[in-house]
């Protein structure tokens, strides 16, 4: 159990450092399925990375020109939403004063609700002063919502004072649509030979490969393994037993751009035997 425990904290140690190395100065970061509105539990890497100190020193918004005057004795929230690096249109956007991300993403309480403009830029104006628990913005038209962060699964919050304006971190949205040729869910591999692949993705200019054990014990065997094509061979020895299979695609700018949809778990078979608990 000790080990088991010690190996659970390697891999979530690992998946912070993945995630930090590979989007140096991009502010706040959005996954497309890890939240949504369905009940639905977490999934796969953290939301966003971002700041909840709206100081200016602190602030990682790209746009800080004021849009709109705030009416008066009212403030606003005003940020930028970007997709594949550039400025995403049309993206619904929600001021929650209440923000429940436990098994999903629910704003409850006061909204402010606003559309991204051509810009990709968002004017959540003339919200009553006070602390508001976060922000969603919806992924295009799906079910799926995202959250700025301030910390692995801790909303970023906003204190909104009479009269001005908080520019929020950028949120770079990511869509949950590659698709995986191999394995297929479900499915007996051999370990031998074992060879992963999946469809290129549009303006993708690399690809992240997490492989992790249902077996808690099993140390994960790749976390992040950056691949230049849309195939990877697996080099290690891998312990029989279901796996989850994770892939991620980047653009140039080291913007995620997608991940693989849903849980595509396999079972291995030829692999070592699992060490006796």
């Not at 249109?89 to 436990?102: A, H, M, Q």
């Amino acid at each position: 159990m000790k080990n088991s425990k010690y190996n659970i904290l390697f891999v979530l140690v690992a998946l912070v450092l993945a995630s930090a190395c590979t989007t140096p100065n991009s502010g706040s970061q959005a996954t497309a399925n890890s939240t949504q509105n369905k009940n639905a539990p977490i999934g796969g890497t953290p939301a966003v990375s971002g700041k909840s100190d709206n100081s200016d020193d602190k602030i990682t918004a790209s746009n800080q020109t004021e849009k709109q005057k705030p009416a008066a004795g009212k403030g606003s929230v005003q940020g930028t939403i970007f997709y594949n690096s550039k400025p995403a249109e049309g993206i619904e956007v929600k001021l929650c004063e209440k923000l429940s991300t436990i098994m999903g993403v629910d704003c409850t309480g006061k909204t402010i609700e606003a559309k991204t403009d051509k810009d990709g830029v968002f004017v959540l104006a003339d919200a009553d002063p006070q602390i508001y628990e976060g922000l969603t913005a919806r992924v295009f038209k799906t079910d799926f919502y995202v959250y700025p962060q301030e910390g692995i699964m801790t909303a970023q919050k906003f204190n909104v004072a009479a009269d001005k304006t908080i520019f929020a971190s950028d949120i770079n949205l990511f869509k949950s649509d590659l698709k995986i040729t191999n394995p297929k869910a479900g499915s007996k591999i051999d370990a031998k030979g074992l060879e992963f692949k999946w469809d290129a993705y549009p303006d993708a200019a690399y690809y992240k490969v997490s492989l992790y054990a249902d077996d808690s014990s099993v140390l994960s065997p790749y976390a992040g393994e950056r691949v230049e094509g849309t195939s990877f061979a697996v080099d290690k020895t891998l312990t029989n037993g279901k796996y989850t299979i994770n892939i991620e695609g980047y653009n140039a700018d080291d913007k995620k751009l997608v991940e693989s949809s849903g849980d595509i778990k396999f079972t291995v078979t030829g692999g070592e035997e699992p060490a006796a608990k």
